[in-house]
């Protein structure tokens, strides 16, 4: 799901599974909802929404990763019609996705090739270096730090914070890793959903921390 960054009762949401899914939207804080147009691109939503971000700085500007084929689609328009964005290998699972607002870049996460960004005004996207063992499951992508330009990933490995090149793991206090949702409000608190772990015997639930 993503709510509109200036106009909360525009909230949009997308559906998913192996009959596929597609993306919806409500005017009224989600009593109501609205499927988007079924015409050009806008096939492409058929394969289930993984991931959705809008650009706080362009409301009108918003982008999907789908689930089957890992599809990345960009809306000019509020999300009525949509494009299909050339990048890297189909079938690869496509998230999170998210912008960041103070560099104004576009990040994707892509499965087994790693965590991507791009500016939005021109579509170069750019490799950031990560090891092949944390690319495992990610679920969740958030900024910290000065201006919010700390990247926090969450992933099957738990939460990890990049600091001076390094992915850092901050799992203090988790029963185990199996991070399934992380997000955060102001980029100091962070809410994150841990799943149960049978095999370690571990409860799951909601946990808090406060990054600086």
Do not use: C
């Amino acid at each position: 799901m993503a709510v509109h960054p200036g106009n909360p009762k525009r909230i949009y949401a997308g559906t998913g599974g192996f009959h596929g899914g597609w993306l919806f939207y409500s005017d009224n804080r989600g009593d109501e909802w609205k499927p988007v147009p079924e015409r050009g691109h806008n096939r492409f939503l058929l394969n289930g929404i993984n991931s959705i971000t809008i650009n706080p700085l362009n409301s009108r500007d918003i982008w999907v990763a789908t689930s089957r084929r890992s599809n990345l689609l960009h809306s000019e328009d509020h999300g009525i019609t949509w494009r299909l964005v050339d990048f890297i290998d189909a079938g690869r699972i496509v998230d999170p996705i998210k912008f960041n607002i103070q560099t104004s870049k576009l990040y994707a996460m892509v499965g087994e090739h790693g965590l991507y960004k791009t500016s939005i005004q021109k579509l170069n996207w750019i490799k950031i270096p990560m090891p092949d063992s944390l690319k495992v499951f990610p679920v969740g992508l958030e900024f910290t730090g000065p201006e919010n330009r700390i990247p926090i990933l969450a992933t099957g490995h738990g939460v990890l914070k990049k600091s001076n090149g390094n992915w850092m793991p901050k799992n203090e206090n988790f029963p185990n890793p199996h991070v399934r949702s992380m997000t955060t409000p102001n980029g100091k608190i962070f809410y994150t959903g841990i799943t149960r772990s049978t095999s370690l015997n571990s409860p799951g639930g909601i946990y808090v921390r406060k990054f600086e």
